[in-house]
């Protein structure tokens, strides 16, 4: 029976057992934390016998297990991901977007009340033409283009800001 002395003298060997798996985790780790499982196990199994096998599988399991804890908890890398703007460009984002949607609401206003009413209940119910047409008992056609106007009008009336928000050209809305 192989004692925590003589397995520990394989200790370079298990260091290239463990990268054999990958660089993600720390290798030194990976093999001092299967010292304590095999310390372990020799406490409640003193007469069972330890070799290279058990420990290749134990590295493993010890190894899957850390990188699987890792990656639940790991933090975003900003490189991996597209240029973040930085915070002034945001908040100049995000007044440019409110003052698009104050824009929309004062062109909706504009619009008759029918029309204005039924493309805001379109647009914040996600239910579709046929749906609304069975609760409002108005017809399928009369929706479709009471909306379609409506959208067109918007589309003519502002669309050109919105065009330039998504290209991120802020400077011209």
Not at 10 to 25: A, K
Not at 80 to 106: H, P, Q, R, T, Y
């Amino acid at each position: 029976m192989k004692t925590l002395h003589e397995i520990a003298q394989g200790h370079e060997n298990y260091l290239n057992i463990v990268s054999t798996f990958g660089g993600y985790v720390n290798k030194e780790d990976v093999v001092q934390e299967m010292y304590i499982r095999i310390y372990d196990h020799l406490q409640k199994y003193p007469d069972k016998e330890i070799n290279l096998f058990y420990i290749w599988t134990t590295l493993r399991n010890i190894y899957f297990d850390i990188y699987k804890e890792d990656c639940k908890h790991c933090d975003l890398d900003i490189k991996e991901f597209k240029k973040v703007e930085s915070i002034e460009c945001n908040k100049l984002k995000e007044e440019k977007l409110i003052s698009i949607e104050n824009a929309i609401n004062d062109k909706l206003e504009d619009l008759h009340y029918f029309d204005k009413m039924l493309f805001k209940i379109y647009t914040t119910t996600n239910k579709s033409l046929r749906t609304l047409s069975d609760e409002m008992n108005i017809s399928v056609r009369t929706l479709h283009w009471s909306i379609k106007k409506t959208k067109e009008y918007l589309n003519n009336e502002i669309g050109e800001d919105y065009q330039d928000y998504k290209n991120n050209d802020l400077e011209l809305i």
